[in-house]
């Protein structure tokens, strides 16, 4: 063998083996949004922003130092007494310190940036919490979109085969002709919905493209023995008490009231007074020793240098500001009972979501075994109906229709065992202990030798 032709069988061994590693697993798809997802990015760009905000607000609380420096030429021209211009260099620098003492409008604010500092906190772990669902959502998206796709062309193809034996029966005068159209409806009607699926499968896959940036052709399939349990603990008031003290959403509410809360405070500290300490340090320096001729008389200039220094404290009292600070004052109180209301809408939602979702992931299981006990009785109810279509106590339609049942009844199984996957992420999400460590105990179950693929 030359050597062109072993580099050729390489090259079919890599892009092979490259086909291969397409296919990827819910882990390493998760691990690839966390570094590519543009929502999670911008989530974490909002929280060091918010972390800057902070910075701000402190420094509001702390002394200022200020470093001046100035340089002027000034000309004097006496024209009545006709003397010589004269040019004066005087330059100036100094520093200047304040501190504030007391001011208590500032440190209420500044304890309600420090509270949005704590919501951005949680915002941005919501947000990853988040980023595991659409991952996870969006990953059995596809294995659904390509089980319905392989359950249509499953179906498509055994009506293909009923439809090429009713003619031949209606070829030879076994039946009639309405037995073939009945046939031909139900194969025209099967390639309909092969055709939806496969663009089921296609949206799915471009749905997870748009998290990560990557495109994918295959994934990996959720095994058989994945183990279908009821949530523990069997109680779903205990579920909904862990969600109102765990659920990242509701406690970025709760930090927005104890922010409104400061931002009352610091509306109405505007009427009290202010102290704050000043020093400065400034000195002042003439370089020229010219003289000035005024009124005849020569005014002689020698340099100075003159350096001051100050020292004291500052009270400022607000008296009166047209009613701004009333107004002020009344509008951050609205707010704080407006997001009060909110915060109790959200904990009654919350609870609402939670306990549907135990519910949920409660019939799921229930679900998921008579699905499982579904597919054993229409595949005995097709046996049975093609039995009888052969000896003639049966048509064609019942034929058809056993054969849907039992297609449809393989598809609502797999999405059932989906369905329990997502609601039972969603419930510890909304608990608030949705993590990782959630996303690789799935992952144990991804079979990585059972790829999907996307198809033609």
């Not at 030879?172 to 025209?188: C, P, S």
């Not at 100050?310 to 600070?325: A, H």
């Not at 009972?337 to 519910?359: D, G, K």
Request: proline share 3%; aromatic share 6%; glycine share 4%.
């Amino acid at each position: 063998m030359d050597s062109k032709n072993i580099k050729a069988l390489l090259a079919c061994g890599l892009l092979s083996l490259a086909g291969i590693s397409q296919a990827q697993t819910l882990g390493e798809i998760y691990n690839s949004a966390v570094d590519n997802d543009p929502q999670i990015r911008a989530a974490g760009a909002a929280l060091k922003s918010q972390k800057s905000l902070t910075q701000q607000a402190q420094g509001a609380l702390l002394p200022k130092l200020d470093f001046t420096y100035s340089k002027s030429h000034t000309n004097f021209e006496n024209k009545a007494s006709a003397g010589s211009p004269v040019t004066i260099i005087a330059s100036s620098y100094g520093l200047s310190l304040s501190q504030p003492l007391f001011n208590a409008s500032t440190w209420f604010n500044y304890k309600q940036v420090k509270a949005i500092d704590h919501k951005a906190e949680l915002d941005f772990s919501a947000s990853q919490q988040d980023l595991i669902i659409r991952v996870a959502v969006n990953y059995f998206n596809i294995l659904r979109a390509n089980d319905a796709l392989i359950a249509a062309k499953t179906e498509e193809a055994a009506i293909k085969r009923q439809l090429e034996q009713t003619q031949q029966r209606f070829d030879v005068g076994l039946i009639a002709i309405t037995d073939v159209h009945e046939a031909q409806a139900a194969f025209d009607l099967v390639q309909v919905g092969r055709i939806v699926a496969k663009n089921q499968l296609d949206i799915a896959y471009e749905a997870l493209q748009a998290i990560t940036g990557q495109q994918y052709t295959s994934i990996s399939t959720l095994k058989e023995d994945y183990p279908i349990t009821n949530p523990m603990p069997a109680d779903p008031q205990a579920w909904a008490d862990d969600a109102l003290a765990g659920n990242f959403a509701l406690k970025s509410i709760e930090t927005l009231v104890v922010s409104a809360r400061q931002g009352v405070k610091a509306k109405r500290a505007k009427h009290l007074p202010t102290v704050s300490l000043f020093g400065q340090y400034q000195v002042d320096d003439n370089d020229d020793a010219s003289t000035i001729v005024f009124n005849n008389q020569a005014v002689p200039l020698s340099p100075t240098d003159q350096v001051s220094k100050t020292i004291g404290i500052k009270i400022k009292l607000p008296l009166y500001s047209g009613g701004m600070t009333m107004a002020a004052s009344r509008q951050a109180s609205y707010d704080l009972i407006q997001t009060q209301e909110n915060l109790t809408m959200a904990q009654r939602s919350l609870v609402q979501q939670t306990r549907s979702l135990y519910s949920a992931v409660v019939a799921d299981v229930q679900r998921i075994k008579a699905r499982q006990q579904a597919i054993v009785s229409t595949q005995s109810a097709l046996e049975a109906t093609e039995v009888g279509y052969d000896v003639g106590t049966r048509n064609i339609v019942d034929v058809l229709q056993a054969q849907r049942g039992l297609y449809r009844s393989k598809r609502d199984y797999a999405a059932a065992r989906y369905d329990y996957v997502i609601h039972k992420l969603q419930l510890k999400q909304a608990t608030g202990q949705l993590s990782p460590a959630d996303m690789s105990a799935i992952n144990g179950w991804i079979d990585s030798s059972s790829n999907t693929q996307r198809r033609n």
